[in-house]
């Protein structure tokens, strides 16, 4: 679980702070991957039994699913092909999968930081 939290910390703050649009191929992938992780992270916690993470779960894959990010998926499917971003978002998809039901109920800090990318992202590709 702290190999993953440290992976994640380590690539939404990489992406956040390095990318602008198109400025290299490796930042965008690890955009997409954390994207992913993060969407994927808030469906399965929607699935969770606990109310308050269900509400939390609800927001955050709202953003995710949202205009801005969407965007983002289109700019990136048009500047690298849709191979490249399905393999991209299957990374991601695969880390959020492998969560425990222990580390999504009890881990608090995954929220915080999809929410904090999910700033970043949406601050830096809302008039693009």
């Known amino acids: ?6 992976l ?5 703050l990489l992406s956040a702070f390095s990318h602008s649009a198109f400025a290299d191929e490796q930042a965008d992938a690890q955009m997409i991957t ?3 992780f993060c969407a994927m992270y ?13 509400v939390k779960g609800v927001n955050l894959n709202a953003r995710f699913n ?22 991209n978002a299957r ?3 695969m880390t959020a999968m492998q969560l425990s039901q ?3 109920l009890y881990n608090p800090e995954y929220a915080r930081q999809c929410d904090a990318f999910a700033d970043k ?8």
């Not at 679980?1 to 440290?6: A, E, N, P, Q, S």
């Not at 399965?44 to 308050?52: A, E, N």
């Open 34 to 36: 954390n994207s992913t």
């Open 66 to 87: 949202g205009p801005v990010f969407n965007r983002v998926l289109q700019v990136m499917n048009k500047t690298y092909g849709r191979t490249w971003l399905e393999s």
């Open 121 to 128: 992202v949406e601050k830096e590709w809302r008039g693009k």
């Open 42 to 54: 808030s469906t399965r916690l929607t699935q969770t039994s606990d109310s308050g993470l269900q």
């Open 8 to 12: 994640l910390t380590a690539t939404i």
């Open 91 to 93: 990374n991601g998809s």
């Open 102 to 104: 222990s580390e999504l």
């Open 1 to 6: 679980m702290m190999k993953i939290l440290k």
